[in-house]
C-alpha cells in the first residue's frame, strides 16, 4: 500500500530564459506508475516539465499534448515520468450530477503546494504542502459546471472573485488531488429528513 502522501507532488515547468516568469508551479498526484494527472496550464507549452515529492528528489517528466486538456474548459493534463514510482493505479471517479438524490461529497481533502508556502534554506529553495479539507455539494455550480470545495478553514484569504489564482499567493495549488468520500444514502436521507 501506498500511502497518499507519497503521491502528492510539485509540477515544476520550465518555459525557458526568454520566458517571463520561467518556471510555472503546479501540483500533481501520481496516478500510477509513471502517470501525474496535474492541470493543463500548468504544463502546457513548457520546454521541460519535472516532478518533486516531499523528498524533493527531482524526476523528469515528459508532456504529449494529446494528454493536455484545455485549460479554458477541461484544465487537466496527464506527464509521463521518465522513471516508474511503482505505485498501483489510485482509483479515480466522476462526479454525478444527474442522481435523483442530492450528492454531497464529504470528507475531502486537497493538498498542494502553494507559493505561500515558499522558503530558502540553505540557498535551496522549496515549497512544502499545504491540506485543506471540506466538502463539495454536487448541486451547486450547475451552470458553469464547476465544482467548488467548501473548506472548513483557509490557511489564507483566497483573492477577490475573478482574480486569477496564478498571480498570487496561492499559485501552485492547481492540479492538486481532491481525495473524498460520497455520504451513503442512507445518512443522506435522515439529514434531508431533520
Known amino acids: 500500500m501506498v500511502a497518499l502522501a507519497d503521491r502528492v507532488v510539485e509540477v515544476v515547468s520550465d518555459f ?7 518556471y510555472r508551479y503546479g501540483s500533481g498526484c501520481v496516478m500510477s506508475g509513471r502517470t501525474v494527472l496535474t492541470a493543463a496550464h500548468a504544463v502546457a507549452g513548457a520546454d521541460s516539465v519535472w516532478v518533486r515529492g516531499r523528498d524533493k528528489r527531482r524526476l523528469e517528466a515528459r508532456v504529449d499534448p494529446a494528454f493536455v ?10 506527464v509521463e515520468l521518465d522513471e516508474d514510482t511503482a505505485f498501483p ?3 479515480a471517479a ?3 450530477r444527474c442522481s435523483a438524490v ?16 515558499e522558503r530558502t534554506a540553505h540557498g535551496v529553495t522549496v515549497r512544502d504542502t499545504v491540506g485543506v479539507g471540506g466538502h463539495i455539494s454536487v448541486l451547486a455550480n450547475l451552470v458553469s459546471e464547476l465544482l467548488t470545495l ?15 489564482l496564478a ?10 488531488p481532491c481525495l473524498g468520500r460520497r ?12
Not at 16 to 22: D, F, Q, T, V
Not at 69 to 78: F, I, Q, R, Y
Open 16 to 22: 525557458g530564459p526568454s520566458a517571463s516568469p520561467r
Open 69 to 78: 486538456g484545455d485549460p479554458e474548459t477541461v484544465d487537466l493534463a496527464l
Open 89 to 91: 493505479a489510485l482509483p
Open 94 to 96: 466522476v462526479v454525478d
Open 102 to 117: 442530492p450528492e454531497v461529497i464529504d470528507r475531502c481533502h486537497i493538498v498542494g503546494y502553494p507559493a505561500f508556502k
Open 150 to 164: 467548501h473548506v472548513t478553514a483557509s490557511p489564507r484569504p483566497l483573492p477577490q472573485h475573478g482574480q486569477s
Open 167 to 176: 498571480r498570487t499567493e496561492w499559485s501552485g495549488k492547481v492540479g492538486r
Open 183 to 194: 455520504v451513503p444514502r442512507r445518512r443522506r436521507h435522515r439529514a434531508l429528513a431533520s
